[in-house]
């Protein structure tokens, strides 16, 4: 300590001393005395001194003469002592200026320390204050600007450019239908679905039918058509959500459901940070919830995960979504009111369940069939492509040669895709003539469109005029879809009782084994025994026609070709035949009607009891109901 006091002193520009000793002149004590003062004076400030001395009664002794009182001024001050003592001997200054010298030594220490920790400490709350400034600065940011910046508003501003780019495919949403008057073909289905949707208490509806006839058009149209019914169950802004059921995937964890919702809960990635810091877990509201009120369309839904599709009819019944979370705490009071209702009480869904499938009905989930209306849609026949083509070119504002829309109609039976070859020929017309307003759709457009895509006429003609022998029509049917097959024989004589029958190997074994009824029936009706003959049935085309149905067709075209009978060609027959030679019914009548007629059949022979499944105003086409071959066989030899 005395080395710092001495290193002071230095500073202070004043003599390096030696200890004193009993010897010492008063001279000298004199000089380290007014050094010790200055020294204070220096250490305190003048005023600070003079104020201290005042205090402490020290004032008269600092100006005193005498040697002793002098000293006894510097122990009153470095000691802070402000009490009466006697002055101290002369023998004993030199000791007490020693102690003084050490005192002081050690406040310049302590002030040096103290020093240097305030200006770290100063330093620490400059840069503790810049941070704080800083953090304050940018929550004014954050609540004044929002969460843009310069990153974030140029990617918007990509996002728009993006969104106003208009490409080719666009002109899909321009031919789809708006109105229920621009629905082609089906009236009797939209009809019923309208009717569906209409009353107080609209039900959930399954629509079946084949690819682009039209489906979800109408589900859309129906929806806003109900709206403006007086008392209609569905307000203005009544939702239509649509969605894919092909596309529907989820976590059965719950962890990602779109269809019904989810929880993210704080370990989960996703969750609000603001939520996952507090241990809260995060509901996510699905589509089930957005459709509250309105519709709910679901295309292709016989493509659900089954235990998906069980999950929705659930909600079905509830009308609500209930979510569950380990993580949830009832009693938590930090839970948001918003996430305890959804916990407490679930979400309301009471909705209309509307769909799509292209599927039988027999494939679809019983349980889902049982809470929906059914309703069909029907093929859509040439006259109605043909509508719909000169509908989209008046959308479009171009002009066609006169038999656009009939050729288009031959290579095409659903509406979407007749549409978008009408608009790869509008590309190509448009690509030929560049800047020209008025555009004009060719034969010569379309049919380099139809060769590009490598399409041939969907309904080969098989109607041939007049009368054949040993050949009739017919019908079959796949999915939604109707077809006409072409069954001929030939008859040789073999030798008797080892006769052959050869058939189609691709055709089917029932159908093979109608072959053997038609034996039967054919020793029936003529006595004669096919066992004595060599027979060849052939399905032009090596069609497969596995089933019941070909068994009229394949007795009736034996017995012609046995009897040297001619049968009409423009007749087609469906129908299982029994040992008795009777007709029985058989499945798909309507399909089988629709195949027949796009063949130009004129004439189409069915079961007696399948009569009932015939569409009423058929028009363009004869439907005979027969009870026997007989019948059936004198009706197509008219």
């Known amino acids: 300590m005395k080395g710092l006091f001495k290193k002071f002193l230095q500073q202070e520009g004043q003599e390096n001393h030696e200890k004193y000793t009993a010897e010492i002149a008063d001279g000298q004590l004199k000089l380290e005395i007014d050094a010790l003062y200055v020294v204070l004076s220096n250490l305190y400030g003048t005023d600070k001194l003079i104020l201290k001395a005042s205090k402490l009664e020290a ?159 109408a589900a859309r149209v129906a929806l806003e058509t109900v709206k403006n019914f007086p008392d209609s169950p569905f307000s203005k802004d009544a939702p239509f959500i649509e969605v894919d059921g092909t596309t529907l995937r989820w976590d059965p964890r719950d962890v990602t459901n779109p269809l019904l919702g989810s929880v993210h809960d704080p370990i989960y990635q996703g969750a609000k940070r603001d939520l996952a810091e507090t241990g809260i877990p995060e509901p996510k509201l699905g589509l089930v919830n957005d459709a509250h009120t309105g519709v709910l369309f679901i295309d292709e839904i016989g493509e659900m995960d089954p235990t998906l599709l069980n999950k929705l009819l659930k909600v079905l019944e509830d009308k609500r979504v209930h979510f569950e979370s380990s993580y949830y705490d009832p009693h938590d009071p930090q839970i948001p009111l918003y996430i305890k209702k959804i916990f407490d009480e679930g979400v309301p869904a009471d909705f209309v369940l509307i769909g799509a499938t292209t599927r039988e009905p027999q494939d679809l989930n019983p349980a889902l069939r049982s809470r929906c209306a059914e309703v069909y849609f029907e093929p859509l026949e040439p006259a109605h492509i043909t509508h719909i083509i000169r509908q989209a070119a008046l959308k479009l504002n171009v002009q066609l040669e006169e038999n656009v829309p009939e050729i288009i109609s031959e290579y095409m039976i659903e509406g979407r895709k007749a549409n978008s070859i009408l608009l790869d020929a509008y590309g190509l017309a448009r690509f030929r003539n ?205």
């Open 59 to 217: 004032l008269t002794l600092m100006r005193s003469e005498k040697l002793e009182e002098r000293v006894l001024g510097l122990q009153k001050l470095v000691n802070d002592d402000p009490t009466d003592k006697p002055a101290p001997d002369l023998q004993d200054i030199p000791a007490i200026l020693t102690e003084v010298e050490e005192q002081i030594a050690e406040t310049v220490a302590k002030r040096s320390v103290e020093d240097r920790l305030n200006q770290a400490v100063a330093e620490k709350m400059q840069e503790r204050h810049e941070e704080y400034i800083k953090e304050i600065k940018t929550q004014v940011l954050k609540e004044t600007g929002g969460p843009e910046n310069a990153q974030t508003l140029r990617k918007l501003a990509q996002l728009e450019k993006m969104k106003a780019t208009k490409p080719v495919s666009s002109a899909i949403e321009i031919l789809r239908p708006q109105t229920t008057e621009e629905i082609v073909g089906q009236e009797s289905a939209l009809q019923a679905l309208l009717a569906k949707l209409a009353t107080p208490f609209p039900q959930h509806i399954l629509i079946y039918g084949p690819p682009g006839v039209g489906k979800t058009s």
């Open 434 to 638: 560049p800047g020209k307003k008025e555009v004009l759709i060719s034969e010569d457009d379309i049919r380099e469109v139809l060769r590009s895509a490598r399409l041939t006429p969907f309904v080969q003609k098989r109607v041939t005029a007049g009368k054949d022998t040993g050949r009739i029509l017919g019908l079959g049917v796949s999915g939604f879809l109707g077809s006409v097959l072409e069954i001929e024989v030939k008859v040789f004589n073999g030798e008797t009782g080892k006769g052959s029958i050869r058939f189609n190997e691709t055709a089917g074994s029932m159908a093979r084994d109608a072959v053997f009824n038609a034996a039967a029936v054919i020793r029936s009706l003529t006595g004669e025994d096919l066992k004595n003959y060599d027979l060849h049935v052939n399905v032009v085309g090596g069609g497969r026609i596995d089933g019941p149905s070909a068994g009229l067709a394949t007795t009736m075209a034996i017995y012609s070709a046995l009897k040297q009978q001619p049968l009409r060609g423009d007749v087609a027959v469906t129908g299982e035949i029994s040992i008795q030679g009777k007709v029985k019914p058989v499945g798909g009548i309507y399909e089988k009607i629709f195949g027949a007629k796009q063949a130009g059949v004129k004439t189409v022979i069915i079961p007696t009891e399948n009569r009932g499944e015939v569409p009423a105003g058929l028009k363009g086409i004869e439907v005979l109901a027969v009870e026997n071959i007989e019948e059936a066989i004198k009706i197509a030899q008219a």
